[in-house]
Antibody, heavy 115, light 105 residues
Framework: QVQLQESGPRLVKPSETLSLTCTVS????????WSWIRQPPGKGLEWIGY???????HYSPSLESRVTISLETSKNQFSLNLTSVTAADTAVYYC?????????WGQGTLVTVSS | EIVLTQSPGTLSLSPGERATLSCRAN?????LAWYQQRPGQAPRLLIY???TRATGVPDRFSGRGSGTDFTLTISRLEPEDFAVYYC????????FGPGTKVDIK
């Protein structure tokens, strides 16, 4: 059974870069699409982008100028970088399997943007 | 841009009752999924392709619809079904609806 786990700093300063990693266990990352999704506290879900196992990516139009998703196949991990963050980027960040529908999710990690 | 709206915002029901949740798109769509999110947990995929239950999802959950109008039905609410439900468009874009909270009456 595939499991996903997010890791990374929980506090990021405004204007800096948010960086998170998702570690996939119980299965190979070298298949499927892999996505990042976020949820501001008390609000709904927002898809950020996905990476396909061959390395191709697709990002939300509203975030694509600030987002990079990359793959580390040897470590069975994929990562999110979000640049120039503001308080509006404070959210629970989830990694998930899938590029369209998302059938397996990590537990999520709250990242707060604050000085 | 395709926008999804969900109604009602909150549905107050008792265990054993039937829940009917609506998701509407502002233009015709083909691929729709439904998720359940319990407090403090990650969302869980319930339905994809409008009406296909995901692995392990009980058959009291069913999805239907076409074009711009879609419905998630829970035939008899169990205590663990009180949660927030999101619909999600996928295909050309990936957009979530604002959610419907099903709470205990």
């Amino acid at each position: 059974q595939v499991q996903l786990q997010e890791s990374g700093p929980r506090l990021v300063k405004p204007s800096e870069t948010l960086s998170l990693t998702c570690t996939v266990s119980g299965g190979s990352i070298s298949t499927f699409y892999w996505s990042w999704i976020r949820q501001p506290p008390g609000k709904g879900l927002e898809w950020i982008g996905y990476i396909y196992y061959i390395g191709s990516t697709h990002y939300s139009p509203s975030l694509e100028s600030r987002v990079t998703i990359s793959l580390e196949t040897s470590k069975n991990q994929f990562s999110l970088n979000l640049t120039s963050v503001t308080a509006a980027d404070t959210a629970v960040y989830y990694c998930a399997r899938g590029g369209g529908r998302f059938d397996t999710w990590g537990q999520g990690t709250l990242v707060t943007v604050s000085s | 841009e395709i926008v999804l709206t969900q109604s009602p915002g909150t549905l107050s029901l008792s265990p054993g009752e039937r829940a009917t949740l609506s998701c509407r798109a502002n233009q015709s769509i083909s691929y729709l999924a439904w998720y359940q999110q319990r407090p403090g947990q990650a969302p869980r995929l319930l339905i994809y392709g409008v009406s296909t239950r995901a692995t392990g999802v009980p058959d009291r959950f069913s999805g239907r619809g076409s074009g711009t109008d879609f419905t998630l039905t829970i035939s008899r609410l169990e205590p663990e079904d009180f949660a927030v439900y999101y619909c999600q468009l996928y295909g050309d874009s990936r957009t979530f609806g604002p959610g419907t909270k099903v709470d205990i009456k």
